[in-house]
T-cell receptor
Framework: GDSVTQTEGLVTVTEGLPVKLNCTYQTTYLTIAFFWYVQYLNEAPQVLLKSSTDNKRTEHQGFHATLHKSSSSFHLQKSSAQLSDSALYYCALRGGTGNTGKLIFGLGTTLQVQP | DPKIIQKPKYLVAVTGSEKILICEQYLGHNAMYWYRQSAKKPLEFMFSYSYQKLMDNQTASSRFQPQSSKKNHLDLQITALKPDDSATYFC??????????????FGAGTRLSVL
């Protein structure tokens, strides 16, 4: 079946250093879109990035990700982590034509940015 | 102001009882969803509704019944509650249900504990 795998658990990084959160997937959908959601403590998950174009870099709020269908990946990266980036990050996959809105999520990765 | 309102934020119930989780969205969207997040599991798709009609149901148990009294409402009735139902339930919406590019927007969730 379709699945999304993320870096498990907690990723700790020092402020100002780069960060990378891994996301790989398995799917039978021919048309797909990928999303990164961020969830701050006691808030709703909110979309951070989305992409459906192979090998095209998508950027938002200093984060970037590139969908690589050849390696089934959509890793999230930032060149310089900020304290305010500390949150729970979800990678999610959505199928194309005929899909009824179902997003397939990974387990989530908690990012902790230390001073 | 939150555009997707979920009530209550926290809910404690006894085994065997019945509860209703409320969701209202003020984004003008035509599709609404319920997702569940249990401990150590990814966000799990439950239902999708489009123009107040059920599009997809991935919940095996009939104890979970969505109710759409208005286009911008999608409540979730849970009967005969079990401890395994303890989870955070997220409501979400998108402009349309179909198409991989439609972004889902989430509410802050209702955390249900069944004793």
């Amino acid at each position: 079946g379709d699945s999304v795998t993320q870096t498990e658990g907690l990723v700790t990084v020092t402020e100002g250093l780069p960060v990378k959160l891994n996301c790989t997937y398995q799917t039978t959908y021919l048309t797909i879109a990928f999303f990164w959601y961020v969830q701050y403590l006691n808030e709703a998950p909110q979309v951070l990035l989305k992409s459906s174009t192979d090998n095209k870099r998508t950027e938002h709020q200093g984060f970037h990700a590139t969908l690589h269908k050849s390696s089934s990946s959509f890793h999230l990266q930032k060149s310089s982590a900020q304290l305010s980036d500390s949150a729970l990050y979800y990678c999610a996959l959505r199928g194309g034509t005929g899909n009824t809105g179902k997003l397939i999520f990974g387990l989530g990765t908690t990012l902790q940015v230390q001073p | 102001d939150p555009k997707i309102i979920q009530k209550p934020k926290y809910l404690v119930a006894v085994t065997g009882s019945e509860k209703i989780l409320i969701c209202e969205q003020y984004l003008g969207h035509n599709a609404m969803y319920w997702y569940r997040q249990s401990a150590k599991k990814p966000l799990e798709f439950m239902f999708s509704y489009s123009y107040q009609k059920l599009m997809d149901n991935q919940t095996a148990s009939s104890r979970f019944q969505p109710q759409s009294s208005k286009k911008n409402h999608l409540d979730l009735q849970i009967t005969a509650l079990k401890p395994d139902d303890s989870a955070t339930y997220f409501c979400a919406s998108s402009q349309e249900a179909w198409g991989s590019q439609n972004t889902l927007y989430f509410g802050a969730g209702t955390r249900l504990s069944v004793l």
